[in-house]
C-alpha cells in the first residue's frame, strides 16, 4: 500500500513541476500576456517610463532560469502573489472560493454515479430490452449536451416557471441552490458512466468466474451483488477519475452560468479583468485538485482490486 | 443457468451510423448552403420593429432583441461551428499522430519526451488548457482554432504509439525496412493506414468534442463574440432574456445538440465497423 503511494507520488510530482512550468510559460514570457497586454487593449494608455518601473519591481527583465526558478518557489510555498485588482494575496481569494467549487463538483459526480452506474446495471442486466435502449439513447443525449445550456433549460424550466429551486446565486450554502448547478454538471458524466457501466457489467457476466458461481448454485443475486457489480467497479473507479478533468471543466461555463462563487467562476471574471496573477492561482488549483483525486484513484484501484495489490 | 450468449446488438453499427451520418450531412448542408436558405443577413437585418417575436408563421424560431431572424442566425453559425469543430480536430489528430508514430516507431528519449507530454496534457483538463490559451490570444476564431487544436490531442496520441507498438515487430514492417525505406515512409505509407481506424472514430468524437467547447468558449465570451452568430455566442446573448424571451436559448442549444449528437452516434457506428477491438463491439 506505502510502496504504490509512494511510487504513485514519485510520478505526480514532476507532472505538478510541468504544470507549473506551462502555466509560468504561458503566462509570464509569451509576449503580449503581461505588462505590455495592458497597454495593448486600446482601453487604457500606460506611460512608458510607469511601464518600466513595473517591469524592474516584477522583475520582468531578469534572466529566464532565475525567474522560473523564483516563480516555482513562490509556488510550492503557497505564495501566488497578489491579485492585480484587489491586492489580496490570490490563495486568499481562491481559498473563499474552493469549498463551493468543491460542493458543486462532488454533488455533481454524486448524481451522476448514483444515476449513471444505476441505469448502466439495470441496461446491462437485460440487454436488448426496453430499459436498455432508454437508457442508451438517454446516454447518448446526456454525451451530446453542452452542459451550460442544459443547465439553462434547468434553470427556465424549474426555477422560473414551475419556481421549484431557485434559478442561481449560493444562497445560505444550503441545498436547494445546489440541485440544479449539480444536475446540469453531472449530465455528461452520468452519461458515459452508464455507457461504461453497462460494457463492463457484459463483460463481467460472461466471465469464467461468474460462470463458475453461477455453476456452484450461487444464486443469481448474490453472482451479480458479490461478483459482477464488484468488478465492474474497477472501471467504474477510472472512468470516475478521468471524467473529473472534464467536470471540472465544464464547472467553470456551469458555475458562470448559475452564478455560483467557486474557483471556476474567478477564473472567468479573471480573465476579462486580466488579473493573470489570479488565472494562474486558478489553473493551478484546478490542475492539483485533478491531480490529487487521480492519486486518490489509483489507491481506490488497491482497496478494490486485490490483484493489483498482490501483483506488480 | 443462463445460456451464455453474447447480446444482441441494439443501437449500434448500422442503425447509429445512418441516424448520425444523416445528422452530419444535414449539418454540413446547411452549412454549405446558408446564403441560400437563410431568410435574411444574420448581422446586418436587425429590425427594432420585430424585436422578440416568439416563433410563429412569420419568424420559425423567433427573433431576438434586435429583431434578427434566429433561424437565418443559426443557418450561419453552422459555419463556424462545424469549422471550428472540423479544422480544430484536424490540427489534434496531426499533432497527436504525428507524436504518437514518431514516439512509438523510434521509442528511447523521444518516447520518453512525448510521454512526458501527453501526460502533461491529461493533467490539464482540457477546457481549462483552451481558456487560457484564449486569454492570452483574445477572442477570435482564429485563436479559438488553435487553442482547441492544441489542447485535445492526447488521445490520439496515446492510441497511435500503443498501435505502433504492437506492429512493429511484424514481418511486413521489417520487409519494407530491408527494401531501405526512410523511417517517415514507414511510419506514414505502411503503419499509418493500418491504424487509421480507430483514429478516424477518435476525429469523429473529438469534433463533437471541440463543438462543445466552442459553445462554452463563446458563452463565457472568450470564443466569437456577438454580434457575430455561433451557436455559443447567441446563447450567450440569449441567457439574459430567458425570461421574457426562452426561444432564444432552446435553438442554438438544440443545433449544437443534433451535430454533437450526429458525430457521436456516427463515432459509435464508425467503432462498430473500424475497430474490431474495442470492447462496445461486444455490446
Given at each position: 500500500m506505502l510502496l504504490v503511494l509512494g511510487r504513485r507520488l514519485a510520478n505526480v510530482i514532476p507532472t505538478l513541476v510541468a504544470v507549473i512550468a506551462l502555466v509560468f510559460l504561458l503566462f509570464s514570457v509569451l509576449p503580449g500576456s503581461f505588462i505590455s497586454g495592458m497597454g495593448e487593449d486600446g482601453r487604457t494608455t500606460i506611460d512608458p517610463a510607469v511601464m518600466e518601473r513595473m517591469r524592474k519591481e516584477m522583475g520582468l527583465d531578469d534572466p529566464l532560469p532565475q525567474r522560473f526558478a523564483q516563480y516555482l518557489m513562490h509556488t510550492v510555498t503557497g505564495d501566488l502573489g497578489k491579485s492585480f485588482r484587489t491586492r489580496e494575496p490570490v490563495t486568499t481569494l481562491i481559498g473563499q472560493r474552493v469549498w463551493p467549487s468543491l460542493k458543486l463538483v462532488f454533488a455533481a459526480m454524486s448524481f451522476a454515479i448514483l444515476v449513471g452506474v444505476t441505469l448502466g446495471f439495470l441496461a446491462a442486466l437485460r440487454p436488448g430490452s426496453l430499459v436498455d435502449t432508454v437508457s442508451m439513447v438517454f446516454a447518448i443525449s446526456g454525451l451530446s449536451l453542452s452542459q451550460f445550456w442544459f443547465g439553462l433549460m434547468l434553470m427556465y424550466l424549474f426555477a422560473l416557471k414551475l419556481q421549484w429551486l431557485p434559478s442561481f446565486g449560493y444562497g445560505d450554502g444550503g441545498l436547494t441552490h445546489l440541485i440544479l448547478p449539480a444536475i446540469a454538471l453531472g449530465v455528461g458524466p452520468m452519461a458515459l458512466l452508464a455507457r461504461t457501466t453497462r460494457a463492463a457489467v457484459l463483460d463481467v457476466l460472461n466471465a469464467d468466474f461468474v460462470r463458475t458461481a453461477r455453476s456452484k448454485g450461487m444464486s443469481e443475486r448474490r453472482v451479480?451483488?458479490?461478483?459482477?457489480?464488484?468488478?465492474?467497479?474497477?472501471?467504474?473507479?477510472?472512468?470516475?477519475?478521468?471524467?473529473?478533468?472534464?467536470?471540472?471543466?465544464?464547472?467553470?461555463?456551469?458555475?458562470k452560468l448559475f452564478a455560483w462563487p467557486g474557483v471556476g467562476s474567478l477564473l472567468v471574471d479573471s480573465v476579462f479583468q486580466r488579473d493573470m496573477p489570479a488565472v494562474q492561482g486558478c489553473i493551478?488549483?484546478?490542475?492539483?485538485?485533478?491531480?490529487?483525486?487521480?492519486?486518490?484513484?489509483?489507491?481506490?484501484?488497491?482497496?478494490?482490486?486485490?490483484?493489483?495489490?498482490?501483483?506488480? | 443457468m443462463r445460456p451464455l450468449?453474447?447480446?444482441?446488438?441494439?443501437?449500434?453499427?448500422?442503425?447509429?451510423?445512418?441516424?448520425?451520418?444523416?445528422?452530419?450531412?444535414?449539418?454540413?448542408?446547411?452549412?454549405?448552403?446558408?446564403?441560400?436558405i437563410a431568410r435574411t443577413d444574420p448581422v446586418m437585418d436587425a429590425n427594432l420593429m420585430n424585436a422578440e417575436i416568439p416563433p410563429g408563421l412569420d419568424f420559425p424560431f423567433g427573433t431576438d432583441a434586435q429583431g434578427r431572424d434566429i433561424y437565418s442566425r443559426i443557418v450561419y453559425g453552422a459555419r463556424i461551428s462545424l469549422t471550428v469543430g472540423v479544422v480544430s480536430q484536424i490540427l489534434n489528430s496531426l499533432i497527436g499522430v504525428t507524436l504518437g508514430l514518431t514516439a512509438g516507431y523510434w521509442g528511447g528519449w523521444w518516447d520518453d519526451v512525448v510521454t512526458g507530454l501527453t501526460n502533461l496534457m491529461?493533467?490539464?483538463?482540457?477546457?481549462?488548457?483552451?481558456?487560457?490559451?484564449?486569454?492570452?490570444?483574445?477572442?477570435?476564431?482564429v485563436s479559438l482554432v488553435i487553442a482547441l487544436g492544441l489542447t485535445a490531442w492526447s488521445y490520439s496520441c496515446r492510441v497511435a504509439r500503443a498501435q505502433v507498438l504492437s506492429l512493429k515487430g511484424q514481418g511486413y514492417i521489417q520487409?519494407?525496412?530491408?527494401?531501405?525505406?526512410?523511417?517517415?515512409?514507414?511510419?506514414?505509407?505502411?503503419?499509418l493506414p493500418n491504424i487509421l481506424g480507430p483514429l478516424i472514430v477518435i476525429a469523429t468524437l473529438g469534433m463533437g468534442g471541440a463543438i462543445l467547447s466552442e459553445a462554452a468558449l463563446s458563452f463565457l465570451g472568450l470564443g466569437?463574440?456577438?454580434?457575430?452568430?455561433?451557436?455559443?455566442?447567441?446563447?450567450?446573448?440569449a441567457r439574459d432574456q430567458i425570461t421574457t424571451a426562452p426561444w432564444l436559448?432552446?435553438?442554438?442549444?438544440?443545433?449544437?445538440?443534433?451535430?454533437?449528437?450526429?458525430?457521436?452516434?456516427m463515432g459509435d457506428g464508425l467503432r462498430d465497423i473500424l475497430d474490431p477491438q474495442s470492447t462496445t463491439r461486444r455490446t
Open positions: 451479480v451483488t458479490w461478483h459482477v457489480l464488484r468488478n465492474a467497479l474497477v472501471l467504474v473507479v477510472t472512468i470516475v477519475g478521468l471524467q473529473f478533468g472534464s467536470l471540472m471543466g465544464a464547472a467553470v461555463v456551469v458555475e493551478l488549483m484546478i490542475v492539483l485538485f485533478f491531480l490529487a483525486i487521480n492519486t486518490l484513484v489509483d489507491i481506490a484501484y488497491v482497496v478494490i482490486d486485490p490483484r493489483i495489490r498482490y501483483g506488480r | 450468449k453474447l447480446p444482441r446488438l441494439k443501437l449500434s453499427g448500422g442503425t447509429s451510423l445512418w441516424i448520425g451520418g444523416g445528422l452530419v450531412a444535414l449539418a454540413i448542408a446547411v452549412a454549405i448552403a446558408a446564403p441560400l491529461l493533467a490539464i483538463p482540457s477546457l481549462i488548457f483552451a481558456l487560457a490559451i484564449m486569454a492570452i490570444l483574445g477572442p477570435g476564431l520487409a519494407a525496412r530491408i527494401l531501405g525505406y526512410g523511417d517517415l515512409r514507414i511510419m506514414f505509407t505502411q503503419i466569437i463574440r456577438p454580434p457575430f452568430p455561433s451557436w455559443g455566442s447567441m446563447l450567450s446573448e436559448s432552446v435553438f442554438p442549444g438544440l443545433a449544437i445538440f443534433f451535430t454533437v449528437l450526429g458525430l457521436n452516434l
